[in-house]
């Protein structure tokens, strides 16, 4: 498949399932234990959280989809900006966000004057670009001098066990998965890319440890219990050197 196509496809997914995602992020502020999903846009969350605490500024949210986070970096105090490709997405974004700016536009090519932003934020894009280097090079191009940005990679070793799994879905139709091939990070990898793509320096950092999605798809309130009486032990573990690779997401923190 070309990178073309593989973009086309990757849109139209997010185009299908913005209904859904608009509803699991409804299911964050309720209940961020009751799925996967939740529980690792929670952790994400948190890291966010302590690593933007008492700054402001321009923020770009590229791939905001429905616009929860530019809700998020709006609350704290930035002027939001979202990216966001698939035109039903937008419109939720739109419709959250009235007060943002949200465009039409390719993470590969953004429509923005280089050293922009203060803050840029990705969170679950570039998993779905077939080769994210192009998209990491934007993202640094946009980003101000002594700027940062938030991006967040999938995993190529976690205990999850999506990578190879993704290699079956990617290639046939499988009920409840997504039919598109994802690309995959270990934590070196990603920080190795950034560099590539022109960050001044970089760290990376694993959060929520577990191979826990079966456990959802079986039975939604006994993993809510266990998510809830293990987030002690994972916040421990998750973003250890040697098992952060392990973890449900990577999150780069690039530095410009």
Not at 99 to 110: N, T
């Amino acid at each position: 498949m070309s990178e073309t196509a593989h973009k086309v496809r990757a849109i139209d997914l997010d185009t299908n399932q913005a209904d859904e995602f608009a509803e699991r992020y409804q299911a964050l502020d309720a209940n961020p234990y009751r799925s996967t999903f939740t529980y690792g846009r929670k952790k994400i969350e948190e890291l966010i959280e302590r690593t933007i605490a008492g700054t402001s500024g321009r923020a770009l949210d590229a791939g905001c989809g429905t616009g929860f986070n530019l809700q998020r970096l709006h609350a704290r105090g930035f002027t939001v900006t979202g990216l966001e490709p698939s035109g039903a997405m937008r419109a939720f974004a739109k419709q959250n966000n009235p007060r943002a700016e949200v465009l039409d536009g390719d993470i590969e090519r953004m429509p923005f004057a280089d050293a922009t932003f203060d803050l840029v934020l990705s969170i679950e894009v570039i998993r779905y670009l077939a080769d994210p280097l192009q998209a990491m090079r934007e993202m640094a191009r946009v980003t101000k001098p002594g700027g940062l940005a938030i991006i967040t990679a999938a995993p190529l070793l976690s205990l999850n066990g999506y990578a190879l799994i993704n290699q079956v879905t990617s290639r046939f139709h499988v009920p409840t998965f997504t039919y598109i091939k994802h690309s995959f990070l270990t934590a070196n990898g990603a920080e190795a890319l950034a560099r590539h793509a022109g960050f001044a320096r970089s760290e990376v950092h694993g959060a929520f440890i577990g191979p826990w999605h079966g456990v959802g798809r079986f039975s939604p309130s006994f993993l809510a219990s266990i998510l809830q009486t293990l987030e002690p032990i994972d916040n421990l573990i998750a973003d250890l050197p040697l098992l952060r690779d392990l973890s449900n997401h990577l999150i780069i923190i690039a530095h410009r």
